[in-house]
């Protein structure tokens, strides 16, 4: 397993952390920090959901996502916000 670990650009309330950890099973995915968009089946691993669960989110709109081309991606920041969002809830 390696862990991912990408900063945020202030999207999170203030109160949260100024790193977020995810991890991932895909070295590929770990190995490029720096990227700014993950395909869905990528944004799915790191969020530990199934493929078809990623897809099934990004077509209800409960997780963002932009066209580019012919490809869906999932912004980084879309990831963190989601995560953050849930743990701002406790």
Known sequence: MVTHTMMHTGTLPADDHAMETLTTTDPSVADRPEK??????????LLGISRALGYELVARGELPSLRLGRRRVVPRVALLALVGAGTAAR
Request: overall charge negative; hydrophobic content about 60%; proline content about 10%.
């Open 36 to 45: 700014l968009v993950f395909s869905v089946p990528e944004a799915a691993e």
